[in-house]
């Protein structure tokens, strides 16, 4: 092989390089905010059945604030009995606070004509929040008429997440790398 064919050679393979890393990085970037809520330490994967047979699926992302000393439910999405349901916090209509009367916490959350409360046993909601948790009832209320289905049991298990500075240090490993195969494109052209 030429001189110049290895010039070009490695140029090519310095050039997809770059491209690559670029790609990778944009890809981690733009996948950023469907990572499951990077913003939160207390998400849980739900799962659980209705006494009719329904079944209900989802996530629930806990956030509490302690200047109000309230729990609300954010960028929290789920399904009952194929009827979606979303909470964030108390925007959109849906007053997705969770109460704590006796012991037993619950939400309530309305999408359209449809009310769903789920309740569980109690838990420090300003504390740490429990690996697993179970749903003790509940139910799915068409308001305005209707026939109600109440919520047979189901858990929410803990969904760990990644923390935004490892995906910070991921993003400038792949800068890093881009800089290293310019900088190796720059010397070869020179030489």
Not at 11 to 31: D, H, K, M, P, Y
Not at 33 to 57: K, L
Not at 61 to 77: I, K, M, P, R, V
């Amino acid at each position: 092989m030429s001189k110049q064919n290895v010039t070009r050679l490695q140029n090519r393979t310095a050039q997809f390089a770059r491209v690559f890393g670029l790609a990778l990085l944009t890809s981690a970037f733009a996948l950023l905010p469907t990572v499951v809520h990077a913003d939160s330490s207390n998400v849980y994967q739900i799962s659980g059945t209705t006494a009719g047979g329904g079944t209900i699926s989802g996530t629930l992302d806990f956030g509490y604030n302690s200047n109000t000393e309230q729990t609300l439910l954010l960028n929290s999405n789920f399904t009952i009995d194929g009827k979606s349901f979303s909470c964030n916090g108390l925007t959109g209509g849906n007053q997705c606070i969770v109460f704590d009367p006796f012991g037993t916490e619950y939400f309530g959350v309305i999408s359209g004509t449809t009310l769903t409360v789920l309740e569980w046993n109690g838990f420090n909601l300003a504390g740490s929040f429990p690996s697993t948790f179970n749903f003790i009832g509940g139910y799915v209320d068409p308001l305005g008429g209707g026939s109600w289905d109440y919520v047979a049991g189901g858990t929410a298990t803990y969904v760990t997440t990644p923390e935004p500075s490892a995906l910070f240090l991921l993003g400038a490993g792949l800068l890093g790398v881009i800089a290293l195969s310019r900088r190796r494109l720059n010397s070869a052209s020179i030489a």
